[in-house]
């Protein structure tokens, strides 16, 4: 047995030669110094939800201003970050020091996990420089600024040039002061139907999600679908308003059932659909597909006041970060800094909110299809202005969000506006309740 | 001999279907993926027999993949699956080995007690582990993808069974030999246990190449993610290149597909053998 056991040994070191070098091989979460100042080496770790070449040009900017801090990036996909976030803040940090931060109750959520450091200090020159101030007050909780946005959206109404003039339907106009209502796009898109000038008279860019139909709510006089305490309600006359008219889209065939988010934008780029409601990135998905279009303002309910759905990502600083000057000179970088976001927006080809770097996008956009584009710039910055609608930081979004999605989902399938809405009231407003 | 025909006739005629079945998507997987952007939606809607014929596409989907971050995903999983082969069957042969041939005490305990534990699905203890993983300072690192599948519950349970279908004349006349255990496993045993080793390195190498949920926890920076991380950050909240993860798609299916191909006797061989004794 004594000689099995001298035999065993030798290989058992080898397993744990093995194991030891494959502990080397990684394990360098950050370097863990520091504050920021002075010329000490210090490395920023920031997670967001896309691919790494998103934000490697603002990074590249970054660290050769900043030749003493190098961003390490945690790319997390797009569909498993909260959770992931939520997992990894919540149990230690992870090493984290700056992450993106969703629109609407995500500031406050993780406010109130503790997760999210107070920025209030950059407030001012972010005020200064963002397109709107709303943009930087949107990620304000009780008066604390947690997060900048760098990026900002808004809602189109795209048409395919050639599927309208095949139906003989009249473009949209392109004045921002004066959009189409509901009412006539439904009507413009039936006549694509009757003509069968296209397979799909009416996409939206997503389906079923709380950020596109937000607007709709708010335009036809429902508010956001949720108040300040937390009081769900889609039942009122504006939502269901709002409502029944998704329903009827999907009833009457101007919208398809079963075709996925993904999808939506493939189908205008290949010339299959009449309209697409969609953010300022269905210029370039537009673009793609060479197809003739053109931009109009995003339509209202009529009677209603305009909205159009906005805000995007924005960056928030970890209350674990161990490098909090450093962070916090980062997301200066990428909003406060004219140079820095545009850069940040670059690549994403999004909307970026420095007044500075606005304009330059406004620019490219405009240029980049001719007559097609011509008004983007004009709509976007006067939407942005005037009836651009927040998603609500209200506690319980995020029960709130996949709730209302589930209620557009099944409406959009055939369930009835009211009866379903109703039921979206009591089960929505009951999670809430357990979550207090 | 009539009904044996006719039962021959429905069996192929079963199989055949069985066999489009599972080939068929793949195949449209891969006629998609030489669309280029999103373009193939054009023989989609409506369906058309076009959506699965390759012709008038080109592999800039797979250029434009290989020139990515996707490339560097690839590599990774191959080389998180080689250093989990090669140390999960340096954990998992002398395991099965003692336990097939030591008739050690509480014997029978410990293989019930891994065969129990390889039964749990790994995504039920992966956040609280990925916690330690981060207080152990293992995050985006290579180690910390490795470890965690290194002690595959099945690869010892295949192989055990293998090594008890040796004939145990054979390790005795290794021992009268003047074996010793480690020598009598490395030159008698392991020479005849081909097919067990490659079953069981199939199974440790699929635990890898399939696995989203812990590399998500674990490590995602672009240095150290796993292909199928890459896949998915294809996928952004603004655009979607669908050709590119078809194109994507259609590589993480194949290579699994190819190699068991490959090593299709062997798998099979190995599995089967795992009802022979207990």
């Known amino acids: 047995m004594g000689t099995s056991t001298t035999r065993i040994l030798p290989f058992a070191a080898a397993i744990g030669a093995g194991l030891l070098l494959l502990a080397g091989c990684g394990g360098s979460s950050t370097d863990g110094s520091g504050g920021g100042g002075g010329d000490e080496e210090i490395t920023l770790t920031f997670a967001n939800a896309d691919p790494a070449e998103t934000w490697a040009t603002v990074i590249e900017g970054f660290e050769a201003q900043h030749p003493n801090i190098t961003v390490k990036q945690l790319n997390i996909p797009y569909a498993q970050y909260t959770s992931t976030i939520n997992q990894r803040m919540g149990s230690g940090g992870d090493g984290i020091d700056l992450m993106v931060v969703d629109a609407g109750g995500a500031v406050l959520d993780w406010n109130n996990r503790g997760y999210l450091a107070d920025i209030t200090d950059l407030r001012e020159d972010a005020v200064a420089a963002a397109v709107s101030e709303s943009m930087v007050t949107a990620r304000e909780v009780d008066g604390k600024l947690l997060a900048l946005a760098p990026w900002t959206t808004s809602q189109f109404l795209y048409y395919n040039v050639d599927v309208l003039a095949a139906a003989g339907v009249e473009p949209p106009p392109g004045d921002p002061a004066t959009p189409w209502t509901y009412e006539q796009l439904t009507e413009a898109a039936r006549t694509v139907q009757s003509a069968g000038a296209a397979e799909y008279p009416l996409l939206f860019d997503q389906w079923d999600t709380y950020y596109q139909l937000q607007m709709m709510g708010v335009s036809a006089g429902g508010g956001d679908g949720i108040d300040a305490d937390g009081v769900v309600d889609f039942s009122g006359d504006g939502w269901q308003r709002a409502l029944t008219w998704y329903h009827g889209l999907f009833e009457d065939g101007l919208s398809p059932r079963g075709i996925t988010n993904d999808k939506n934008g493939a189908l205008f780029q290949e010339g299959k659909g009449a309209f697409i409601i969609s953010g300022p990135w269905g210029v370039s998905v537009a673009n793609a597909g060479g197809i003739n279009y053109g931009v109009a303002p995003a339509p209202y309910f009529e009677g209603g006041e305009p909205a159009t759905s906005t805000d995007s990502w924005a960056v928030g600083i970890s209350a674990k970060s161990e490098n909090l000057d450093a962070a916090k000179e980062f997301l200066r970088y990428l909003t406060i800094d004219p140079a820095g976001n545009a850069q940040a927006a670059e690549v994403a080809g999004i909307t970026p909110t420095n007044k500075e770097a606005f304009a330059a996008y406004v620019e490219g956009v405009e240029a980049s299809a001719g007559a097609a584009t011509a008004g983007f710039g004009a709509i976007l910055q006067y939407q942005l202005e005037n009836n651009a609608v927040h998603r609500p930081a209200v506690v319980g979004y995020s029960v709130f969000e996949p709730g209302a999605g589930q209620l557009f989902s099944d409406i959009r399938n055939g369930s009835d506006p009211a009866e379903r809405a109703a039921q979206a009231d009591e089960e929505i407003g009951a999670q809430i309740e357990r979550l207090r | ?278």
């Open chain 2, 1 to 278: 001999m009539r009904r044996s025909r006719g039962g021959t006739v429905v069996l192929t005629a079963a199989a055949i279907l069985a066999a489009l079945a599972v080939f068929l998507p793949v195949w449209w997987v891969f006629v998609s993926s030489t669309r280029p952007g999103n373009s193939y939606v054009e023989n989609m809607t409506p369906l058309s027999w076009l959506a699965f014929v390759p012709v008038g596409g080109d592999l800039t989907n797979y250029s434009g993949l290989l020139s990515g971050p996707f490339l560097t995903g690839l590599f990774n999983s191959f080389l998180v699956a080689g250093l989990t082969i090669a140390l999960g069957l340096a954990i998992a042969v002398p395991a099965a080995y003692a336990l097939a041939t030591i008739d050690f005490p509480g014997r029978g305990v410990v293989f019930t007690f891994i065969v129990v534990v390889a039964m749990i699905p790994f995504d039920a203890i992966a956040i609280p582990l990925s916690s330690l993983f981060q207080d152990w300072h293992l995050s985006d690192s290579y180690a910390g993808l490795v470890l965690p599948a290194l002690a595959n519950g099945f690869a010892i349970f295949v192989l055990r069974q293998f090594f008890l279908g040796i004939p145990a004349e054979l390790l005795e006349a290794a021992e009268v030999d003047g074996l010793g255990r480690i020598a009598t496993l490395w030159r008698i045993v392991l020479p005849l246990s081909k097919p067990a080793l490659i079953g069981a390195g199939m199974m440790l190498f699929l635990s890898q190449w399939q696995a989203y949920l812990w590399p998500l926890l674990i490590g995602t920076s672009p240095e150290r993610q796993l292909a199928p991380i890459a896949l998915a950050n294809l996928s952004t909240l603004f655009t979607v290149d669908l050709g590119q993860i078809f194109a994507g798609s259609f590589v993480l299916t194949i290579i699994p597909m190819v190699l068991l191909l490959f090593f299709q006797k062997q798998y099979t061989e190995s599995l089967s053998t795992t009802g022979l004794k207990g």
